[in-house]
């Protein structure tokens, strides 16, 4: 307690948490995600032909 919380020479004044490192670690992978879409698009629309000609 010998500094004050809101000293205006202080390095961090406003108390923010330190910034995370970027890097790989943690980071989405939007290629995989795409590609899960990518299936989940196709799938949808292969129940929509198949229920299609199943039902007519």
Known sequence: MDQPRNDPG???PMDHPPEQESGADGSPKFGRLLAVLIC???LIVVI???SEA???
């Open 10 to 12: 202080s390095r961090n």
């Open 40 to 42: 989940a698009v196709l």
């Open 48 to 50: 929509t032909f198949a």
């Open 54 to 56: 199943y039902f007519s």
